[in-house]
């Protein structure tokens, strides 16, 4: 009964963080034999301090360590299984030890109200009692504050500092809809973002049916080696370069070898699905049936408008809002966040030139729009090495634009500032009741120096 929680507890202190844990929706009340050590990580989280085996081990030197090879997400789902299990047996026990056959119909009235609690804390759908419930929300609200405190978002980390201040991450349920024209690095703004949540150990589904693996798997190389602490795990001092990978010269093959077998170590995973032919596309069923097979924790389709819709229509506008519909439900379905692309009218007059699309210029579909939790648009200038990034819609906070230092090449992007809106106190545009000015922000150089290639 105990190797589950065992096995969380060490996973846990590997990674250094409760997070996974806390996204799951797991308490201290899932721990029966090792509510200690678990109260201890928490203990170590809300005071700031570090959490890994050196210390564990110091503080509980009878855990039997052994860290498995299967992920926490899921451990998790077998961890609230055996919960759910150990409740509904003393339940059972506790009503058969008082049962007569003059009191059969009370006792089946108190089993159905352990089973209405062991439901409602353990099934995929609930009734929740926004009032009365106040306990979980309370709950809810310390593992989050713990999160924040300690520098994490509530979601899967995106690698912007922007983004993640705003919108927490990638949130589990929301869909976001990124825009650009062709050329305009709306599929390496999202390669970014998949490179932070595999860095942070989360697997992720990227569907696109426009690029081939060796395409891929270069680009995700050359932004993953660029990481500092990838770098100095694997003895390089630079990113390898996306065009030398391409064409497979121009770097060390054995340091380039090194850094495969560490990427190979790593917890997080990135599946690629793409087609073998053009003709045969996927379908949003492909897409949850893999959801479900592999249990992601994180989706990119990249572009929408190449799925396959699941109803014939006479217009493209129709089935790509029978995509969005589907994507949609999805996401919420699943309880996962899902990126899609699509692209944007063109952007015409000065004012646009170094303004990336909005929430208006959806190319020949609005629907995706209205079904997106947050919309941002990307939009890059070569001349000056810069990626600017609008987010024009969010359903729970304000507007925001981002300018980034970016070099693909060598997998470098770089916010050129540090989020300074308190949003916490009100969107943007207003603190603390009163209009402000947002202020301008220098524009850092093009090409840091500290920065180098991997070459020969």
Not at 57 to 83: C, G, S, T
Not at 265 to 291: D, H, V
């Amino acid at each position: 009964m105990n190797s589950v929680e065992q096995a969380v507890i060490a996973l846990c202190v590997e990674e250094g963080s409760l997070k996974k844990l806390y996204q799951a929706g797991v308490t201290a009340e899932y721990f029966e034999m090792y509510d200690e050590e678990f109260q201890w990580l928490e203990k170590q989280a809300q005071k700031h301090k570090p959490i890994n085996p050196r210390r564990f081990r110091e503080k509980f030197p009878e855990f039997d360590w052994v860290v498995p090879a299967e992920e926490i997400q899921d451990l998790v789902e077998d961890l609230k299984q055996e919960r759910a299990y150990v409740t509904l047996r003393a339940a059972i026990e506790t009503v058969d030890e008082s049962l007569e056959p003059d009191n059969a119909v009370g006792k089946a009235s108190e089993l159905r109200d352990y089973l209405s609690e062991i439901i409602r804390a353990h099934a995929p759908v609930e009734d929740i009692d926004l009032g009365g419930n106040y306990k979980a929300h309370l709950e809810r609200i310390r593992q989050l504050r713990v999160l924040r405190e300690n520098g994490e978002v509530a979601g899967i980390p995106t690698g912007f500092k922007w983004i993640d201040h705003n919108w927490g991450g990638l949130i589990d349920g929301r869909v976001i809809t990124v825009l650009g024209r062709s050329g305009e690095m709306k599929s390496f703004f999202q390669a970014a973002v998949i490179a932070a949540a595999w860095k942070a150990g989360y697997r992720i589904g990227l569907f696109s049916p426009e690029m081939n693996e060796h395409e891929h798997t270069c680009r995700m190389d050359t932004l993953l080696s660029a990481d500092p602490l990838i770098q100095k795990e694997c003895g390089i001092t630079a990113a390898f370069r996306n065009r030398a990978l391409m064409e497979g010269v121009g770097f060390p093959l054995k340091k380039y070898e090194r850094f495969k077998e560490f990427q190979s170590s790593m917890r997080g995973r990135c599946i690629l699905f793409t087609n073998k032919y053009r003709r045969e596309k996927m379908t949003p069923s492909f897409i949850e049936a893999k959801i479900e097979d592999l249990r992601l924790d994180f989706v990119v389709v990249d572009p929408i408008y190449k799925l396959k819709s699941p109803k014939k229509r006479d217009s493209k506008v129709w089935e790509i809002a029978d995509l969005i519909d589907e994507i949609e439900d999805i996401a919420k379905g699943h309880n996962i966040p899902i990126i899609i692309s699509n692209q944007s009218h063109r952007q015409m007059g000065i004012k646009q030139l170094r303004r990336a699309p909005g929430k208006d210029s959806s190319y020949m579909s609005d629907a995706i729009i209205h079904e997106s939790d947050h919309v941002i648009g990307v939009k890059y200038d070569p001349d000056d090495h810069l990626l600017y990034l609008n987010c024009s819609k969010s359903r729970f906070g304000g507007e925001f634009d981002i300018s980034c230092n970016c070099h693909p090449n060598i997998g470098l992007i770089e916010e050129t500032s540090q989020p300074q809106v308190d949003w916490r106190n009100g969107y943007h545009g207003e603190r603390n009741g009163k209009n402000f000015k947002k202020k301008r922000t220098r524009r850092m150089p093009s090409m840091p120096s500290r920065h180098r290639t991997e070459s020969e």
